[in-house]
């Protein structure tokens, strides 16, 4: 795969530095403009705060960039025609040379071609409410199945079915690892009625793990999941509330496939008056603040 990378990342993966990849999606359609572009920047101002490199990555023009500058970050923000590109998308947007956002399933794909190790996120997508009548599943699940990186998120988005998300990912073999949680964390809520396995407390033994994962010669990712924190965060049943009403708009819009999560979490944001946006960034920062403390533990541990 032909990369073009930031100078900064490139200089910073050359000499053994943390880097942490985020995604686009959130910034192109996680968010109303013009305000995404302030999103994205304090995203990757968190991660350099903490200690590692920012690489956001994106197709611009054909080209797969890993780590943007400040005008392709403004472009990505305010350019209606930057697409949502997943898995199955990559070829095309390449091949013709577009314009496209990555999901956290191409993030993922590309970060770890890029040779980063750790991935900052908002939450995975994962299987849709009522798959077993639509089939729609993310693409996320099964590249994290077959994709050595560390991913941190605060769960699942709160729109899916946590409970068979959960099951897809054991059975893809992915450890999901709860960073001071003992329940899967549900995006804008702290945690869900679904219990996790493992749990750790500290980035030192994070670390240990995910480490852990690579030695044992395993392919998947480790899914850490990370809530968001206790000050931001939502009422499980009020969400819930707002999710219903959300998904029966959707079922009389026909609204389906790769517009629907883009379509509810619009919806989310006006029936809560606009509190989901809030929950949102912080969250988003969150995680790319512990994505970077692991890159850097990471790597001082590989060298004690």
Known sequence: ?????????????EDGLPVVALESTIVAHGFPRPYNLEVGRALEATVEREGATPATIAIVDG????????????????????????????????????????????????????????????????VHRGAGRTLDISADLAVLGRVPIAVVSAGAKAILDLGLTLEVLETQGVPVVGFGCDTFPAFYTRGSEHALVARVDDVDDLAR????????????????????????????????????????????????????????????????????????????????????????????????
């Open 63 to 126: 080209e797969v960039h890993v780590g943007l500058g400040d005008d392709e970050m403004e472009r990505l923000a305010l350019d209606e025609d930057f697409a949502k590109a997943s898995i199955p998308d990559l070829s095309v947007v390449v091949g013709m040379r577009q314009s496209a956002a990555t999901t956290v399933a191409s993030t993922a794909y590309i970060a770890h071609a890029a040779g980063i190790r750790v991935f900052a996120t908002g939450g995975i997508g994962g």
């Open 209 to 304: 793990v995910v480490s852990a994962q690579w030695e044992l010669g395993q392919q998947q990712a480790v899914l850490v999941c990370n809530p968001v924190p206790e000050a931001d965060a939502l009422a499980s049943d009020e969400v819930e509330g707002w999710i219903r009403t959300a998904l029966a708009e959707a079922a009389a819009g026909g609204i389906r496939g790769k517009a629907m999560t883009p379509f509810l979490l619009h919806q989310l944001y006006g029936l809560s008056g606009g509190r989901t946006l809030k929950t949102n960034r912080a969250l988003a920062e969150h995680n790319a603040a512990l994505g970077a403390a692991l890159a850097r533990t990471l790597i001082r541990q590989a060298a004690a």
């Open 1 to 13: 795969m032909r990369l073009r990378f930031s100078p900064a990342v490139r200089t910073a993966l």
